[in-house]
């Protein structure tokens, strides 16, 4: 009895599937195929075959990816970033799957480069296309709308329209206030310098929307566990890492590749810059100087692209740099030097009591008042160029340090001052070990000594007084601190025995 109800459960399975696949086959072929996809007659063989409206079907790949061809390259929307980016196959996968339900005749590799060749002629851009919307920022809930002239701000959907290829990973709360994010930058830099702070992340949004450029980078000097690093992770927590790039000033000064990596990035950030002197300054000038630049990359064509980052370098000592830079106004005008001053015990717990999503929103809000600021009344820092060389200079080489605390300038240069080399040469060595200088940054051989205090206006010279034979330094200088350089005297005086 048993096998009997076994077989006839087996059958009512059996039946029910049966009907099932029947009812899925029905409904599949009620569904007409794609207005694209059309059935003619074969003119030779007189059979049926199905076949594609190339003209039909490339208008709607375009407005189902929301594709955009620049640079020999397509671009589609991505739904679930909320951006555009680079196709990875996706396009020739939907051609694909179309090829294969509907059973289209004809070589797939055919359909493909017809299917291209339709797609790469639809709207091709000649410029950069991506990121020109002058008043909108995207964020991850949503896109900001900045109204400049009424200092007003407003939220509105993603889409792909704006045309962004970039996002904030930040959530915008106009209910938080501003100053919540205050106490956490000073904490790492003084008072005025709280105002830099924010300008370099507003400066970056400025440019990106605007393609304008504000002609500043930014090189943060301190010691270590100064605060340096803990706001370069407050930028990525803000911009992400696939927003930002890391490229030396050396390589940004002599790569002239370098184009290719900034394009798209909002940031170039380059943590502990290495005490690498530099060699020229000329690419750096012209990257910073404009957004619109012939972009290069190896075995590509080169063409004129948009490079908006703004650079971020942190030191504990400034590169040293050539001398015909000292006179270059241009250069040191690109620049706000900001020090770190404060130094605190590691805290592991640090970045979590302090970069909540609360704090991240209150520091975005910061930064959107001094976009408005900015975008009305320019920077909100602007240092001198000559307070920017001096500080360079000071943290730099120690030589630099060393004169600039010792000596000041004598305008009666025929009567030129005689220093001892040797005695200079001690208490300049005495000078580094007393403010901790590093060995590799300290000139101990008197031969390097004189060489580098050459281009200061010593000039080593063999002095003859009396038959007597001295290596002196002869200069204009003279001693601004006469009570610490007692005696620089290079007469050796000879004791008188008294009788």
Not at 459 to 481: C, H, M, W
């Amino acid at each position: 009895m048993n096998g009997v109800d076994e077989n006839n459960d087996l059958a009512r399975k059996i039946a029910s599937d049966a009907l099932e696949l029947l009812k899925r086959t029905e409904i599949k072929s009620q569904h007409a195929p794609p207005s694209y996809i059309y059935v003619t007659t074969d003119e030779k063989t007189g059979k049926s075959v199905t076949r594609i409206n190339y003209a039909e079907y490339s208008s709607f790949l375009k407005n189902h990816f929301h594709i955009i061809y620049f640079n020999k390259t397509m671009f589609i929307y991505d739904f679930g970033s909320h951006l555009y980016r680079k196709q990875t196959n996706e396009i020739e996968t939907h051609i694909r799957d179309t090829c294969v339900d509907n059973l289209v005749s004809g070589k797939l590799a055919s359909h493909l480069l017809e299917l291209k060749s339709h797609l790469t002629s639809m709207g091709s851009f000649s410029e950069y296309p991506f990121n020109t919307n002058s008043t909108m920022i995207p964020v991850d809930n949503g896109i900001v709308k900045i109204d400049y002239d009424n200092n007003e701000l407003s939220l509105i959907p993603h889409g792909p329209e704006h045309l962004f290829t970039y996002k904030l990973l930040i959530t915008f709360d106009p209910n938080i206030k501003n100053c919540k994010a205050i106490p956490l930058l000073k904490r790492m830099v003084e008072s005025e310098n709280v105002k830099t702070l924010i300008q370099i992340p507003a400066q970056a949004l400025l440019q990106m929307q605007t393609g304008h450029a504000y002609k500043k980078a930014y090189l943060l000097q301190g010691e270590p566990h100064a605060g340096k690093t803990s706001y370069l992770k407050l930028l990525y927590r803000m911009f992400g890492d696939d927003f930002t790039t890391a490229i030396s000033l050396q390589q940004l000064c002599t790569d002239r590749f370098v184009g290719g990596n900034l394009e798209g990035k909002l940031l170039n950030i380059y943590d502990d810059l290495e005490d690498v002197a530099l060699e020229v300054i000329d690419q750096f000038k012209t990257l910073t100087g404009d957004c619109r630049h012939g972009i290069e990359r190896k075995y590509a064509e080169k063409y004129t692209g948009k490079v908006t980052s703004v650079h971020i370098f942190t030191c504990n000592y400034p590169p040293e740099y050539p001398e015909k830079v000292k006179r270059d106004t241009a250069f040191w005008e690109r620049w706000e030097y900001i020090k770190f001053p404060y130094a605190y015990p590691v805290n592991p717990n640090f970045y979590t009591e302090w970069y909540t999503p609360e704090m991240l929103s209150s520091f975005f809000n910061l930064i959107l008042s001094a976009m408005i600021t900015i975008k009305k009344r320019g920077l909100l820092s602007k240092s001198d160029s000559q307070e920017v060389m001096t500080n360079w200079s000071v943290n730099s080489d120690p030589i630099y340090e060393f004169l600039s605390w010792g000596f000041g300038r004598n305008t009666d240069t025929r009567n030129p001052n005689h220093y001892s080399k040797e005695k200079l040469h001690n208490y300049y060595l005495d000078y580094c070990r007393a403010h901790s200088i590093p060995d590799y940054k300290t000139k101990i051989s008197l031969k390097a000594f004189t060489t580098t205090l050459q281009p200061h206006g010593f000039l080593p010279i063999r002095l003859r007084v009396k038959g007597d034979s001295y290596e002196v330094f002869a200069t204009t200088v003279y001693k601004q601190n006469p009570e610490t350089l007692k005696d620089l005297d290079y007469v050796i005086q000879k004791q008188t025995s008294v009788t």
